[in-house]
């Protein structure tokens, strides 16, 4: 089966824009080598925006403190709380790096979004990242009201990587009678580390992410875990329970077909699911390109899902 065309607008910015040390094509040439992927994890400038407070909290973590950006609008409301799991292939980003969505989701989303700065492979491979996450999750619960938060409207969003760990969140706070999760907001997730899916096999050059980087992700952060649910949600026998999800996929990207697949099992487990496909978009779309048509619409569609789950 061919691999669907690019959106025109899409391609156009894939060759026009500047990237920055950020490749649009080729990243497992990057995530082969420490060097360049470490340049990855440089912190990015932030953008400012005088309606909403940005602080850095550090409480507890599994392996010493733990840093939590929180973004709440200036308000003195009480607003429900979106736990917030950046991306980047298990092996870079932070929480700067997509600061545009948090401030979006806080603003847009009327909430005090918190992201975490989890622990990154290959140095802290599973379960690192997956424990930072849920403890962060338990913090936000069991302090919401320090932060200004509404403890019974806790949502949970994760972007790529950051979609795998917010999947295994939910699952862990299931399974462990945790706190409770509103909603789950998985944006073209990373779910099956078997990597056996139709769009996985096919996409070896496409832009952005491509087969040969999914498998380093993989091998960097769940190498001999691959079996665990928590570490590949995919894995999970019963989703029955879960919170209701948005599943957001880009249709050119190898880990579409997973996330269509989850959606699915979602779904047929009982749990109101709704699935979103970018026509057209690659991976990462909504962040590389925030002002192209198709991720104003589905950012304006992930907006709307928060906002409809967390002020029913």
């Not at 948005?246 to 190898?254: G, I, N, Q, T």
């Amino acid at each position: 089966m061919p691999i669907p065309a690019v959106d025109s607008e899409i391609q156009s910015l894939l060759e026009t824009s500047d990237a920055g040390v950020f490749p649009f094509y080729g990243l497992d040439s990057v995530l082969a080598v420490p060097e360049r992927y470490q340049l990855l994890r440089e912190r990015p400038d932030t953008p400012v925006d005088d309606r909403v407070k940005v602080q850095d909290l550090w409480v507890p973590g599994p392996a010493g403190q733990l840093r939590l950006r929180v973004y709440r609008p200036v308000t003195d409301d009480v607003l429900p709380v979106v736990l917030y799991v950046h991306g980047g292939a298990f092996t870079y980003g932070s929480p700067e790096g997509e600061e545009e969505h948090a401030l979006r989701y806080a603003l847009e989303a009327e909430a005090v979004v918190v992201s975490v700065d989890y622990r990154l492979a290959p140095e802290h491979p599973y379960p690192a990242a997956a424990d930072d996450a849920y403890e962060a999750l338990t913090w936000i619960a069991a302090h919401a009201a320090q932060i200004g938060g509404d403890p019974e409207r806790i949502a949970i969003a994760g972007v790529s990587a950051g979609g795998n760990i917010a999947a295994s969140t939910v699952l862990r706070a299931r399974d462990l009678a945790g706190p409770k999760v509103t909603f789950q907001l998985l944006i073209y997730p990373a779910l099956d580390s078997s990597m056996t899916s139709a769009s996985m096999r096919e996409s070896t050059d496409t832009p952005v992410f491509n087969r040969a980087a999914a498998e380093l992700a993989w091998i960097y952060y769940a190498e001999g875990h691959g079996h665990v649910p928590y570490a590949s949600p995919a894995q999970a026998a019963d989703l029955g329970g879960l919170p209701p999800a948005l599943v957001v996929v880009a249709e050119v990207d190898p880990l579409r077909d997973e996330g269509r697949h989850y959606a699915e099992r979602l779904s047929a487990a009982g749990v109101t699911t709704e699935l979103i496909q970018a026509p057209g978009a690659v991976h990462g779309f909504d962040l590389l390109f925030p002002k192209a048509r198709v991720s104003e619409r589905n950012l304006a569609d992930q907006v709307r899902a928060l906002r409809e789950a967390l002020h029913p």
